[in-house]
């Protein structure tokens, strides 16, 4: 190693700093932050299974809040059917609580016992 007069663990900076001088030729040090944004967190809407509410009914209800056509509808509302619940869509906290209240009113409306839920992804 050349004889540079600085220890060899002083020959680098970390990254997030460098060595300045300043006008009296003072050493300064320079830490850059970088703002931290973080996302917010997604969740998760299911759809559960129930012996009672008829099958049209909840395809209905993912053309109307949650955008589905006809044919993504029904291969979803089936897939609940068979395998008990499914996840019918990822949304902020706030847009998956007013996508579950939307569904369970409407169900609650039409006397069905459909369940809508949210979990945290
Ligand atoms: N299992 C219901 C029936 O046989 C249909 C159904 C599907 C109910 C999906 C709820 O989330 C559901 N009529």
Request: glycine content about 4%; charged content about 30%.
């Amino acid at each position: 190693m050349p004889e540079t007069g600085k220890s060899e663990t002083m020959t680098h900076w970390p990254e997030f700093m460098s060595d300045k001088k300043d006008d009296d030729g003072e050493s300064e040090v320079v830490v850059k932050t970088r703002p931290k944004t973080k996302r917010p967190p997604l969740y998760k809407v299911l759809l559960l299974n129930d012996d009672y509410t008829p099958m049209e009914f909840v395809v209905h209800v993912l053309e109307r809040f949650f955008g589905m056509n006809h044919a993504q509808a029904f291969e979803i509302m089936l897939t609940v059917h068979k395998k008990g619940l499914a996840v019918v869509g990822v949304f902020s906290h706030e847009i998956a609580e007013t996508k579950v209240t939307q569904v369970m009113d409407f169900a609650r409306q039409h006397q069905h016992p459909l369940q809508c839920t949210m979990e945290r992804e």
